[in-house]
T-cell receptor
């Protein structure tokens, strides 16, 4: 069964820590995405990547960076975690450029910054 | 940025009834997609309808698209308690290679 795997379901970090959220897909998908989901705000795009070593900013990239050294892995980095980054983080991948195919999502990482 | 907006925000129905959720968007699209999210989990892709299609079926799901009104609807027939979830529409932003933009979702509760 093809899937997107996020390394942690729940994570608690302290303010100021550097946080790594890992996402791995086994479908040989070109495209990978990071969204965050907050009550009342829906899903918001943080960063995305259409190829290895390529990255593009989404709507809310401030305070985040990403790394894509291998096709199957897309990491989200919180350089210095803050309480307003407490959220559900969702990783997704898709087969081709554009939106002609659906996205496959991971189960999400619920991050709490204290 | 362009965003689909679902309506209603929340819907509560009895098992066996039909559930209809609507989505409106602002600008031209290539296609529109619907996703489902069970509480605290990731989203699952349900169905994709292209801009040149008007209706699409998948099992108990029926999706319609009216590009003149920039709106879509998702109908779930003969609902079950297991259909309880949040449902999201998603659109691309414009022609070309851009990520999906998601609405805020409709929370569906199916009461047994």
């Amino acid at each position: 069964d093809v899937k997107v795997t996020q390394s942690s379901r729940y994570l608690v970090k302290r303010t100021g820590e550097k946080v790594f959220l890992e996402c791995v897909q086994d479908m040989d998908h070109e495209n990978m995405f990071w969204y965050r989901q907050d009550p009342g705000l829906g899903l918001r795009l943080i960063y995305f990547s259409y190829d290895v070593k390529m990255k593009e900013k989404g709507d809310i990239p401030e305070g985040y960076s990403v790394s894509r050294e291998k096709k199957e892995r897309f990491s989200l980095i919180l350089e210095s975690a803050s309480t307003n980054q407490t959220s559900m983080y969702l990783c997704a991948s898709s087969l081709s450029p554009g939106t002609n195919y659906g996205y496959t999502f991971g189960s999400g990482t619920r991050l709490t910054v204290v | 940025s362009q965003q689909g907006e679902e309506d209603p925000q929340a819907l509560s129905i009895q098992e066996g009834e039909n559930a209809t959720m609507n989505c409106s968007y602002k600008t031209s699209i290539n296609n529109l997609q619907w996703y489902r999210q069970n509480s605290g989990r990731g989203l699952v892709h349900l169905i994709l309808i292209r801009s040149n299609e008007r209706e699409k079926h998948s099992g108990r799901l029926r999706v319609t698209l009216d590009t003149s009104k920039k709106s879509s609807s998702l109908l779930i027939t003969a609902s079950r308690a297991a259909d309880t979830a949040s449902y999201f529409c998603a659109t691309d932003r414009r022609s070309g290679n851009t990520p999906l933009v998601f609405g805020k979702g409709t929370r569906l509760s199916v009461i047994a």
